[in-house]
């Protein structure tokens, strides 16, 4: 079956890094696009960053463009979400999804995400 473990939350800094990954299994990763997202308390599931299978394109939020980086290794079936410049309202647990297109038309779709890990919690401190 489908499974998105994610890791590397944890609690930093205002200014501070962190790289979040995800290892995916139980199907084809190599052929699927991927995305981030994350929820904080009292606020709906917001789209964060994803990239198409081949990675020759990504897409970003306003709110973290310039800071976050997501790349992907299909020989490792993981993505990855480099955090950099964190600021406190980037507190909220992390979550990826597998996107059910290749390469869709719009990456940022939340309703085109059919399996979302169990989230990885990131608290940024002022």
């Known amino acids: 079956q489908v499974q998105l473990v994610e890791s590397g939350g944890g609690l930093v800094q205002a200014g501070g890094s962190l790289r979040l990954s995800c290892a995916a299994s139980?199907?084809?990763?190599?052929?699927?696009?991927m995305g981030w997202f994350r929820q904080a308390p009292g606020k709906e599931r917001e789209f964060v960053a994803a990239?198409?299978?081949?990675?020759?394109?990504?897409a970003y939020a306003d709110s973290v463009k310039g800071r976050f980086t997501i790349s992907r290794d299909n020989a490792k079936n993981t993505v990855y979400l480099q955090m950099d410049s964190l600021k406190s309202e980037d507190t909220a647990v992390y979550y990826c999804?597998?996107?059910?297109?290749?390469?869709?038309?719009?990456?940022?779709?939340?309703?085109?995400?059919?399996?979302w890990g169990q989230g990885t919690q990131v608290t940024v401190s002022s």
């Open positions: 990239v198409t299978w081949s990675s020759t394109r990504t």
């Open positions: 999804a597998r996107n059910r297109y290749s390469t869709p038309l719009t990456l940022e779709r939340r309703d085109e995400h059919d399996y």
């Open positions: 139980g199907f084809t990763f190599s052929t699927y696009a």
